[in-house]
């Protein structure tokens, strides 16, 4: 099987390089378990339907013409660009990584009777433990994705409670039990719970079948996100340190950042000049409350509050971050300020 581009993983990084692809002209092939998957842990829609949101259909990628390839792949060759995925050969002229992250849980004694709702079988699992009526969840690890299943599954009518645990805390964390119930210990107390969820972070990861010199990870790419020393393979996501033209190598594990790799490298392969020069940008709705973001926070000296909104000046005194709380209509007046740049 021969393809123009073959795009190693169908998330929102690669599905947005594949539609870039495809609006330039060039017939990619699209390689990944199932059709499309938006981010299940940060969209919550998914968790709160009981399924997880696609990205596009089968029509949809046969109007867009991109092919899909639904296996994993299992051996790769990047400097010939041969992959072999679900017993399938394929020759590829140019090669896409866009495998982003593993969601599994830490290695922590009885850890693994924990649910993950960071991948699309995890968000499945996950909704199968909780039907039936209310449930006691306990969810480890008080992050972004965190906080927002807890807030989710709270709203459902679940007694949710968030275990903020980290470094030493979390090791002496365990999980036993049957079927019914879990014991979740850790240090200062227990807890009993129904279904236990780990939302323990993510690192970016290259597949088994990918498992060839690439480099440190997050990979550190070109302008044209290709990945150094393998002249024909780029990489988009979460597996990368995104050079923004602005920022410079920053890595932003957002669908937002997603799309705007995968546009990119879409662009270098076409032949078209373009780079990743979009704010980055999250949201997040917890509960009742509502969170908006726009610019790089680690750019940051400082923070004041500026008629409402949270900003985020550097050294110089430029405004490179700015976070809107219960408040989505200033979003884009906080674009408007860092757009202007100085104080």
């Known amino acids: 099987m021969r393809a123009e581009v073959a795009i190693v993983g169908n998330g929102v990084a690669g599905y947005a390089c594949s539609a870039r692809l495809a609006r330039h002209g060039i017939r990619p092939l699209l390689v990944g378990p199932g059709l499309p998957i938006d981010r299940p842990p940060l969209t919550k829609q998914g968790l709160a339907r009981g399924a997880p949101v696609l990205l596009a259909d089968e029509n949809r990628l046969a109007d867009l013409g991109i092919e899909r390839l639904d296996a994993m792949v299992d051996e790769a060759d990047l400097a010939t660009g041969r992959l072999v995925a679900g017993g399938i050969e394929i020759e590829a002229e140019v090669v896409v990584l866009a495998t982003g992250l593993s969601y599994r849980p830490p290695r922590i004694p009885g850890l693994d009777v924990a649910h993950v709702n960071a991948t699309p079988r995890g968000m499945t699992r996950l909704v199968q433990a909780l039907a039936g009526g209310p449930k006691r969840v306990v969810v480890v690890g008080a992050g972004l994705i965190g906080t927002e299943t807890a807030a989710t ?191």
């Open 153 to 343: 599954l709270a709203v459902a009518g679940h007694d949710v409670t968030a275990l903020d645990v980290g470094g030493a805390e979390l090791a002496e964390l365990v999980a036993e039990g049957g079927n019914d119930q879990v014991t979740v210990c850790y240090k200062g107390g227990s807890l009993i719970a129904d279904v236990v969820v780990a939302a323990t972070g993510g690192r970016a990861v290259v597949p088994p079948g990918l498992d060839v010199d690439v480099g440190e990870l997050p990979l550190a790419v070109d302008r044209d996100l290709r990945v150094p020393g393998h002249a024909r393979v780029h990489a988009v996501g979460d597996l990368i340190l995104a050079p923004h033209a602005r920022f410079g190598p920053i890595r932003f594990p957002h669908w937002d950042m997603a799309i705007a790799t995968g546009d990119r490298a879409a662009d270098a392969i076409a032949g078209v000049e373009s780079e990743v020069d979009r704010l980055p940008y999250w949201w997040t709705d917890i509960g009742s409350r509502t969170f908006a973001e726009v610019g790089w926070a680690d750019a940051a000296a400082g923070w004041e509050e500026e008629d409402g909104i949270h900003v985020g000046r550097d050294t110089t005194g430029e405004a490179v971050a700015a976070l809107v709380v219960d408040d989505p209509r200033r979003l884009r007046a906080a674009r408007a300020l860092l757009d202007a740049g100085g104080p």
